[in-house]
């Protein structure tokens, strides 16, 4: 009992007191932004590239009669209604929790702009361009 009680109020005292963050400048916003796009970027070509290098072992064991099996189950599989009404209950969820993520990706900005940006935001800066020029190297973003 005393545990749950700590608990709660721990959450009260946290949701009370991110109640009054700021919102992140614009120019964090455009920053993070563009981070997540190479990101991604790096992310798609790097699958891209993957997909390229397993395209052969792909197409060979396509002859497979256990890989066979297992398309037949899969093709199968999407055909019933539980799996379709569970796909659409995930997309809901997805569809639902967006502005809700955006909203935390907000605070959290708004956070570290607030309180860690002074301190380390530097360090961070000189830390992601160090860590680019690897990325650029090993995973290009095209």
């Not at 919102?23 to 070509?45: G, H, I, W």
């Not at 019933?80 to 809700?100: D, I, M, R």
């Not at 002074?118 to 830390?127: F, K, R």
């Amino acid at each position: 009992m005393n545990t749950k009680l700590v608990v709660a109020v721990l959450f009260a005292l946290v949701s009370v007191s991110l109640c009054d963050v700021s919102a992140p400048s614009d120019e964090l916003v455009q920053k993070y932004d563009a981070y997540k796009a190479t990101f991604y970027k790096r992310l798609l070509n790097l699958y891209n590239k993957m997909q390229e290098a397993a395209s052969p072992m792909v197409e060979t064991a396509g002859n497979n009669e256990r890989v066979q099996a297992f398309k037949d189950f899969v093709e199968d599989l999407q055909t019933k209604p539980e799996f379709q009404a569970a796909v659409n209950v995930a997309t809901g969820l997805g569809a639902e929790t967006g502005p809700l993520v955006d909203n935390a990706r907000a605070t959290i900005l708004g956070l570290y702009e607030q309180y860690l940006r002074p301190h380390i935001g530097q360090q961070l800066n000189d830390a992601i361009n160090d860590i680019k020029v690897y990325l650029d190297k090993f995973m290009p973003a095209e």
